[in-house]
């Protein structure tokens, strides 16, 4: 195969992989292992640069890790810049015992599992024991946003997720070069000064590069079109020097240089997160393409019965049993618990270190470790099988422990006039969870008397929507009487919701053309029919129109409906009975059938030709 051709595939088939499992609802990693290794049956990057450099054996291992190290610095910098210290209050003592206690736990129950199972010695048993504390959060991330568990739970999840990371490969290399170069037990103070020159090195220059770049930003020593590959380089700098000065500390700083950017409160860095997340989506593809080529299925089935006792221990013993014990006292309750026991999957930076450590021992004549030569495919295997168990069980346990809503069906609204409360109080009735927020504290005070779940804060505000509480929740309609703020909250809340579940009324006349109007790229999904401005449906509400839910039956068909109503219907929504929600846009006319319920704003008298919510002085396609 050509390079050129092989460097474009990667990425097409990393991208193709996620694709397919967004379509098919999968874990993204899983497909995206099998993707490689269907790629390694064809062409192996070993072998491949192998030849590129005329026979060089080493050519692979010296190019690609390299690349997956800084790689994996990246992925880890975008995790940093997801975590707020402002979910520490209801997760910080839960996550902070699951990192410390829970990981000595893990690593503890790793290793004789993998001594007793594997028939491995002690010291390569404790390598892997300590590479398999880390989880993995381009796992886990994925999962949270398809299960949406409650935000404590999500929360806790991410920070173990992300923090542990660089826990469990410093752990790895604290194992690596104190027991199995040293052949004999560790001294514990070369293990604590190794430690404290790890965690030093890590902090300081992540706290040093992220008070750096803060300060650049905020005197613009820096144009507005370098903010986001200033960050990557120092990242990616940072992390380089941070491993030549302590094996594995570049994961410490950059994950500290993510954290500090994202939590200080001098300049906004939302645009420099949205340029990583999609780095990170790209880099994930490719890495786990490329790694899952190096698999050979030949060398998974020789590891045979052994590596799925493995497996399922670490799933259902060791996981459960850390956590448990980890967890005893805190604010966490059973179900939480439960959740969090029934969440581990590995993922890249087990893989990536694995592969490290593998490499380092093949190229070392002075060390012939039994099993040695196995590492990098237990690790591979457990990465799989975690992955396809977790994968496949999250949502079940979620639905069973009364979690989450795995479907997502709720709707968030920014909004709370009176019409608006009257739609969201049909939804109420047809148990769609539903969250309504305002600034006017008259109108949720109205919209709380009248039962409906309701919050007086600016969704504007970047603290209250990381503070809204939107389990279940998986869409948002912007319905206040402003359309610059309509498009200005879709904006703000594009990383809470797929772009295909943002929607907002339709533009104002006056903001519909001319230099000083609005362009329709800042709109987001147009709400219930051309010319359905807020103006014009809060007209009809004041003419008399109700909102009203209808059961349609083969009886008394949409078009029966239609009939009954007229034309001043608006239909705003349907509800199938299995609570799935489908709002009405210009853009996907709902067609509703017999079985769903519709909510729509019904004219219950005829209105005046003349009258506002008939002309309201123009067209009302227009207002």
């Not at 040293?182 to 514990?188: G, K, L, M, T, V």
């Not at 790890?198 to 590069?209: A, D, F």
């Not at 070392?364 to 069980?393: C, H, K, N, W």
Request: overall charge neutral.
């Amino acid at each position: 195969m050509d390079f050129l051709l092989y460097l474009a595939l990667v990425p097409a088939l990393g991208v193709t992989a996620q694709w397919l499992a967004w379509r098919t609802g999968l874990p993204s990693i899983l497909v995206l292992l099998v993707f490689g290794v269907l790629l390694g049956w064809f062409v192996q990057p070993d072998a491949f640069l192998s030849a590129l450099t005329e026979g060089d054996q080493t050519a692979g291992p010296n190019l690609l890790f390299p690349l997956v190290a800084l790689s994996v610095g990246v992925i880890m910098f975008e995790g940093g810049l997801t975590l707020k210290f402002a979910e520490l209050g209801e997760s910080g003592s839960a996550s902070l015992r699951l990192v410390t206690l829970g990981a000595l736990l893990a690593f503890a129950g790793n290793t004789i599992a993998v001594h007793f199972i594997l028939n491995w010695g002690w010291q390569l048993s404790a390598l892997l024991g300590a590479i398999l504390v880390v989880t993995g959060p381009t796992v886990i991330g994925p999962l949270l946003r398809q299960v949406r568990p409650s935000r404590r739970v999500s929360s806790t999840l991410k920070w173990e997720g992300i923090v542990i990371d660089p826990i469990g490969a410093v752990l790895a290399v604290l194992v690596y070069e104190e027991v199995l170069l040293q052949h004999s037990a560790p001294e514990w103070s070369s293990v604590v000064a190794s430690l404290v020159w790890t965690l030093t090195v890590g902090l300081v220059l992540g706290c040093v590069g992220g008070a750096l770049l803060t300060q650049s930003l905020r005197r613009y020593w820096v144009p507005d079109h370098l903010h986001g590959v200033t960050a990557l380089t120092l990242a990616l700098l940072l992390f380089a020097i941070s491993n030549k000065l302590a094996h594995e500390s570049g994961l410490i700083t950059v994950t500290v240089l993510g954290i500090w950017l994202t939590n200080q409160k001098h300049y906004d860095v939302e645009h420099i997160i949205e340029l990583k997340e999609n780095l990170r989506t790209l880099l994930i593809g490719c890495l786990f393409i490329v790694l899952g080529s190096r698999v050979n299925l030949a060398d998974i089935g020789a590891i045979g019965v052994p590596g799925l006792m493995l497996v399922l221990t670490l799933v259902l013993i060791i996981r459960p049993l850390s956590v448990y014990f980890s967890l005893l006292g805190s604010p966490l309750n059973y179900r939480e618990r439960t959740f969090i026991a029934g969440l581990a999957p590995r993922g890249i930076v087990a893989a990536a270190v694995s592969s490290v450590f593998a490499l380092g021992m093949e190229s070392r004549s002075d060390l012939s470790i039994p099993g040695s030569e196995q590492l990098a495919t237990v690790t591979f295997l457990v990465i799989i099988g975690t992955v396809a168990i977790y994968g496949m069980a999250a949502g079940p346990l979620a639905r069973f422990l009364n979690l989450a809503d795995e479907a997502s069906h709720g709707v968030l609204i920014a909004g709370a006039d009176a019409w608006v409360r009257d739609f969201a109080h049909e939804l109420k009735e047809a148990k769609i969870p539903l969250l309504l927020v305002d600034t006017n504290y008259n109108k949720i005070s109205q919209a709380r008397m009248d039962g409906i779940r309701a919050e007086c804060v600016n969704i504007l505000n970047e603290h209250v929507r990381e503070e809204l509480d939107l389990a279940g929740i998986g869409r948002f309609l912007a319905l206040t009487p402003n359309d610059e703020v309509n498009s200005l909250a879709l904006r703000e809340c594009k990383h809470l919701f797929d772009s295909s579940r943002l929607y907002q009324l339709t533009f104002k006349s006056k903001n519909m053309a001319g230099r000083r109007g609005l362009t329709k790229n800042l709109m987001g999904r147009e709400l219930f029919g051309e010319g359905m401005t807020f103006t014009h449906l809060r007209s009809l509400h004041s003419a008399g129109a109700l909102m009203k839910s209808t059961k349609l039956t083969a009886e008394f068909t949409y078009q029966d409906f239609l009939e009954k109503y007229g034309e001043q219907t608006v239909v705003m929504c349907s509800i199938d009975q299995d609570s799935a929600i489908k709002i009405n846009t210009i853009d996907s006319p709902l067609v509703p059938t017999a079985g769903q319920t519709l909510i729509a704003l019904v004219s219950v008298t005829p209105v005046p030709s003349k009258h506002a919510s008939r002309t309201n002085g123009e067209n009302p396609a227009n207002v």
